[in-house]
């Protein structure tokens, strides 16, 4: 499926690896000129050459922390002009609620609220000057159904959820579209991290909690960072523009709403 954004230029977040990294192949292999953003130069560098191996688009890298404003002003001096953003970080790490203190919250808030609101807030005027823009927020299947011992993520990302069920419906007659794609757990360091932990959390053997884990669950598996990826392509696509402010699982059916 041709999704008409070749030519496109993309800044995708937290690109080096994992979900942020599979989104920026799929935009890639669709000719989007992509410019992959990270803290760590080695990992953004191997993640450059793996896409641009894979596609025959431009691929830039930014090594910035999308985390600081200074970082946001490197990504923003680098691609001045994006049509499309991802937005994505690092989640804070699982514990207690009753070990976290005001550094811990704040660190969460603006890790994961905070940034992609401000890397929206300089980029979706211009979107709509131009009369195309697609932003997807990687937020987290916590946001439909918390998950024990991510606390500060269900927070957070709950908050980055409100805000954009409000600003994105200003934009859609510009033609530029915010989302939110809400992944549960996949083939990433997070994700078998958190299992783990959940593990470490019950005294049991890792390996054992894990297969118990996904025996119970619908999938039965991971979900990969392509599925992920391609997912994210679609919402950037050009015939998306009637999906705006929308909260899209991918989490293989764990979530047992109806809702």
């Known amino acids: 499926m041709d999704l008409g954004i070749e030519g496109r230029r993309a800044i995708v977040c937290g690109a080096g ?27 953004l560098e191997s993640a450059r050459r793996e896409i641009q191996s894979l596609s025959k688009a431009e691929v830039s890298i930014v ?25 994505n970080a690092g ?29 929206i807030r300089r980029t979706v005027d211009g979107m709509a000057e131009r009369g195309f ?20 993520s269900n927070g957070a990302r709950a908050g980055l959820t409100g805000w954009v069920a409000g600003v994105a419906r200003e ?17 990433t360091d997070r994700g078998s991290g958190y299992l783990a932990y959940m593990a470490r959390c ?12 996904f025996a119970e669950s619908p999938a039965g598996r991971f979900g990969t960072c392509e599925e992920f990826g391609a997912a994210c392509a679609f919402l950037c696509g050009a015939l998306s523009g ?3 402010g929308q909260n899209i699982l991918l989490d293989g059916g764990k979530f047992p709403g109806t809702f």
């Open 17 to 43: 690896k994992g979900l942020g990294k599979g989104c920026a192949l799929a935009l890639a292999s669709e000719g989007v000129k992509v410019t992959l953003v990270a803290r760590t130069a080695e990992t």
């Open 242 to 244: 009637y999906m705006s």
């Open 202 to 213: 019950e005294g049991a053997d890792v390996e054992q909690y894990i297969e118990r884990y």
């Open 133 to 152: 823009g697609r932003i997807v927020n990687i937020t987290s299947t916590s946001v439909k159904m918390p998950m024990p011992g991510l606390g500060l």
């Open 91 to 119: 989640g804070p790490p699982p514990g207690d609620f009753r070990d976290w203190g005001q550094k811990e919250w704040f660190d969460a808030i603006n890790s994961n609220m905070f940034s992609s609101i401000d890397m």
């Open 63 to 87: 090594v910035a922390d999308v985390t600081s404003d200074s970082g946001r002003d490197a990504i923003m001096s680098a691609c001045p002009q994006p049509d499309i953003l991802v937005n």
């Open 171 to 187: 934009f859609v007659r510009q033609n530029v579209t915010i989302n939110n794609l809400l992944p549960g757990l996949f083939d």
